[in-house]
Every structure is written in C-alpha cells, then in structure tokens.
C-alpha cells in the first residue's frame, strides 16, 4: 500500500471536521497500478480533505481500489483538474478489491462495469467537465448495471484510461457523509416523549 499524506480528494462529514489526508499523487508516489487484479490500494477513504492526482496515456491503464467505511455513503465525485491537449478520457467503476474484466471484455460486456463515463473539457456529448460532480454520470453510463448516487459504504475499483497517444493530467475529489443514525433518533423522541409524560403528570398533579 503506498503512504497517505495530508493534501486535497474531498472526504466531508456532518460534523465538518476537516481532517483527513493525500490519498495518492503518481508524481510523488509513482505509478499507479496497471494491474487490474493488484490495483493501488488507498485504504479507507478519511473524514476530511483528500485528492487523488495521476495522469494516463495509451497503454497505461489505472487500477484503483478504495473502500468507502462503513456508516458513510459517497455522495460525490468531482474533477477537479484536467490538463491534456486532448480532451477527453475514461473511468469505469466496479465493486469490489479488483476490476473482474479487461477493457476488451468490457467493451462486448459493458454490463459488467457497475458504471462509467468520458470526463476531461468537452469533445463528447454529455462528457463531465472540470468542476462538477461526475458520480452521477458514471452512474448513468450507457449499458452498464448502473446506480443512482451516493453509494453506499464498501469497496469499490475505479479503471481510468486515455486510449490517445496525449498524456492526460487528471484530480479526483470524493465526498462522503455519514449515513442518518436512525437509532440515536429513536432514543432521542423516546427520551423525549418520556420527559413530556412526566412534565404532564406533574401539572396534572399541581392541579388536583
């Protein structure tokens, strides 16, 4: 597993703790994984600030896994940067440690992929653009199993690749919260309708 540093893809909970750490930056970590049964492993995502940084050209897949904790739901995936004379790239996602197919596979077999989309400054139809939320996109690819936002805690594999010849320069930001403790609230209203009971029965009392 390669270090985690303090930096930027963007992990927000409720609270608004701001803590957190650099999942992973190629120019300073090295290569990502172009192995999609042993991608890089960034861990559990943090509560705070965090962003993944890479680049990807022709002939050099990227194969990620992180997993999103438990009691947290991802809610967001932004690109953040985008720096390439070409404009346009890929990402696919499955759950799970590994991605179960090659990108050949994939293209008789887009089924397979929990979902996907072309992200970069334009040049296809419906491509995410830097600075939105490409989660929603990824989750509406065309022919894939798909899903609508935020996915829910557990582990998941991103496949991002450029097939031109033209590196691309790219930044990833999630965002995550915590998911409603529907327990503690259910406590709370009992408590609270506990407490209304004993005020009433004091004022019936004091008026007998």
Do not use: C
């Not at 999942?23 to 999609?36: A, K």
Request: proline content about 4%; overall charge negative; hydrophobic content about 45%.
């Amino acid at each position: 597993m390669k270090a985690i540093r303090n930096g930027t893809l963007l992990l927000v909970v409720s609270t608004g703790v701001a803590s957190g750490g650099l999942l992973y930056d190629e120019s300073l970590d090295g290569d990502i994984s172009n192995n999609r049964l042993s991608p890089t492993v960034f861990g559990t995502l943090e509560a705070g600030a965090n962003t993944l940084r890479a680049s990807t050209q022709s002939g050099d897949l990227e194969y990620v896994t992180f997993t999103v904790p438990a009691g947290a739901s991802l809610t967001a995936l932004r690109l953040t940067e985008f720096t390439s004379v070409d404009d346009v790239a890929f990402l696919a996602i499955q759950a799970g440690t590994t991605f179960s197919v090659t990108p050949s596979e994939a293209a008789g077999n887009v089924g397979s992929l929990l979902g996907w989309t072309h992200f970069g400054t334009g040049g296809l139809a419906g491509t995410a653009l830097v600075g939105t939320d490409i989660l929603d996109e990824v989750g509406s690819g065309a022919g894939s199993a798909g899903f609508t936002p935020p996915l829910s805690s557990g582990a998941y594999t991103l496949w991002i690749q450029q097939t031109q010849a033209q590196p691309v320069g790219f930044g990833l930001e999630f965002t995550a919260i915590p998911e409603p403790v529907h327990g503690l609230w259910v406590a709370g209203a009992i408590l609270a309708g506990a407490v209304a009971r004993r005020l009433g029965r004091s004022q019936i009392a004091k008026s007998v």
